[in-house]
């Protein structure tokens, strides 16, 4: 059993900050590449930004420079830091992981429960 849990949603004006965090617990061997999705109201869920596990980063054209994704991989956690947000950055955010269970020899996509981000005045 994987489990991912997200925390650190919540309302902000615009040009705040938030910072998200996602913990993967359970029965897990090894984590590749960890990352942020997010699926703003009536539309599909998008690429935030991705970590593999030296550290490599890849962001979405609309959040650099103002988001930054960081890992701890002793703690199986993902961060997401968010600056000068802005209203269209309003959306449920989800964590993804891509793990190796232990006695697996595969990796599989898990994902969070997703955390409500609301930008508004």
């Known amino acids: 059993q994987v489990q991912l849990v997200e925390s650190g949603g919540g309302l902000v004006q615009p040009g705040g900050s938030l910072r998200l965090s996602c913990a993967a617990s359970g029965s897990i061997f090894s984590i590749n590449a960890m990352g942020w999705y997010r699926q703003p109201p009536g539309k599909q869920r998008e690429l935030v930004a991705t970590?593999?596990?030296?550290?490599?980063?890849n962001y979405a054209d609309s959040v650099k420079g103002r988001f930054t994704i960081s890992r701890d991989n002793a703690k199986n956690t993902v961060y997401l830091q968010m600056n000068s947000l802005k209203s269209e950055d309003t959306a449920v955010y989800y964590c993804?992981?891509?793990?190796?269970?232990?006695?697996?020899?595969?990796?599989?996509?898990?994902w969070g429960q997703g955390t409500q981000v609301t930008v508004s005045s």
């Open positions: 993804n992981a891509r793990i190796r269970r232990i006695t697996y020899f595969q990796y599989y996509d898990y």
């Open positions: 970590i593999t596990s030296d550290g490599s980063t």
